[in-house]
């Protein structure tokens, strides 16, 4: 398709930053160059007829980590590591709660609760043994203590007697969150254009060449915030799809829950929303299949979700499912986000790790940030990068001689 001259001069002549993925990282990240550059043009590219990924389809946790999670964690990473990942998540959440505001998001601090079922005893006893530990390591980012243990009184079945409690977790209305990026987004001049397919991105004279499946245009800056559609783009980086499936009921009359609730390592996750329960998970029952960008629902999932809301969660209640729905997260082996220059005019910020929401905004913000480093620095990082990767690939085989 070729386009117009009012269509070119109007959206894509002298583009100074392109922002290709409508989510919470990208909307974030335009935000922020507008901030920084009031002057620049900030374009903001969008595959769907709304943001696709997750950011519209998760179920709203302001969460930082339940006590299993941390660790599993602590597994595979540091302390340092852990601790870091948490205060970005605590500092993510602040963020948007101040950007936007707490009404505009739907933001309620009814705190969230981890269940353990019975047939998993070990896990329970190991992570109650484990919350003066984490208490003492997680007072310092949230000035609180943030674990404490509480008895079944939402009456729970076939769990344990006690909850594990953060304090500090809340909700929000994931639908208002978005609109209310996207408001402010428009608001201060930053086009959100739907329905364009990136296919490509490369460099050439210092700027990007962007190619969609109807058109082609420059701009001096690009950044990729796809999550996980991100090796679609970015051959080089590690990011693997993670499809997190979920439904949600009809109303219940009379609802008693509320709050966050997740058990299973994080695996399964529900709350309340409008007197109705949000229940997603169980991507670990077959994670081969659920290592997808299709969106979709499977049996085996679904009807996993259904057994557990009626025997666990609403054991008395006759519940109807009203819908259900899929969204696609962007994993890794680390924890922590990829947020990184990947060439002179590309850089991005994605594997979010299922913390979207916590995350998002801080990630946007810090990816923005990135265009402002001196190209002499930036090359030093990637060149650190190049090398660690390849000592890291080399392993035992490298050898160094010592010449006089």
């Known amino acids: 398709m070729q386009l117009s001259y009012w269509e070119y001069k109007s959206w894509f002549y002298n583009v100074d930053f392109i922002v290709i993925g409508s989510g919470i990282v990208g909307i974030n990240c335009a935000i922020r160059l507008k901030e920084k550059h009031p002057q620049s043009k900030v374009l903001v590219l969008e595959k769907g007829s709304l943001p696709q990924g997750a950011s519209t389809k998760n179920a709203g946790f302001a969460c930082f980590g339940s006590v299993s999670e941390i660790l599993s964690d602590l597994k595979h990473h540091t302390e340092e590591e852990v601790l870091k990942l948490v205060q970005k998540r605590w500092n993510g959440i602040q963020r948007l709660r101040h950007l936007l505001g707490d009404k505009a998001i739907g933001f309620e601090l009814n705190g969230s609760h981890e269940l353990f079922p019975l047939e998993k005893p070990g896990l329970y006893e190991k992570c109650l043994e484990s919350i003066p530990y984490l208490n003492r390591l997680m007072e310092p980012i949230f000035a609180k203590t943030p674990f404490v243990t509480n008895s079944n009184f939402f009456g729970f079945s076939n769990v344990q007697e006690k909850y594990i409690t953060h304090q500090l977790e809340g909700q929000l209305d994931t639908g208002k969150m978005m609109r209310s990026l996207i408001q402010k987004c428009v608001s201060m001049d930053i086009p959100i254009l739907n329905g364009v397919m990136v296919k490509d991105v490369v460099e050439a004279n210092r700027e990007a060449i962007i190619s969609t499946t109807d058109f082609e245009f420059q701009s001096k800056k690009v950044?990729?915030?796809?999550?996980?559609?991100?090796?679609?783009?970015?051959?080089?980086?590690?990011?693997?799809?993670?499809?997190?499936?979920?439904?949600?009921?009809?109303?219940?009359?009379?609802?008693?829950?509320?709050?966050?609730?997740?058990?299973?390592?994080?695996?399964?996750?529900?709350?309340?929303?409008?007197?109705?329960?949000?229940?997603?998970?169980?991507?670990?029952?077959?994670?081969?299949?659920?290592?997808?960008?299709?969106?979709?629902?499977?049996?085996?999932?679904q009807n996993k979700l259904e057994t557990l809301l009626r025997e666990m969660i609403l054991p008395n209640y006759p519940v109807q499912i009203e819908r259900r729905w899929s969204g696609i997260m962007g994993v890794g082996a680390q924890k922590s986000p990829l947020v990184k220059q990947v060439s002179d005019s590309v850089y991005c910020g994605v594997r979010l790790g299922g913390m979207g929401v916590a995350l998002g905004s801080l990630v946007g913000k810090e990816?923005?940030?990135?265009?402002?480093?001196?190209?002499?620095?930036?090359?030093?990082?990637?060149?650190?990068?190049?090398?660690?990767?390849?000592?890291?690939?080399?392993?035992?085989?490298?050898?160094?001689?010592?010449?006089?």
């Open 223 to 301: 950044f990729v915030a796809t999550n996980g559609f991100a090796s679609k783009l970015l051959k080089s980086e590690t990011v693997k799809p993670a499809r997190a499936q979920v439904l949600i009921t009809e109303p219940i009359k009379n609802l008693h829950i509320k709050g966050t609730f997740h058990f299973d390592e994080g695996y399964y996750y529900f709350r309340n929303i409008d007197e109705r329960i949000l229940f997603g998970g169980g991507r670990n029952l077959d994670f081969d299949t659920e290592e997808t960008m299709e969106f979709g629902e499977t049996e085996i999932v």
């Open 367 to 404: 990816l923005a940030d990135m265009a402002d480093l001196p190209a002499s620095q930036a090359r030093v990082q990637r060149l650190r990068r190049s090398l660690t990767q390849w000592f890291h690939d080399q392993g035992d085989k490298v050898v160094f001689e010592v010449k006089d």
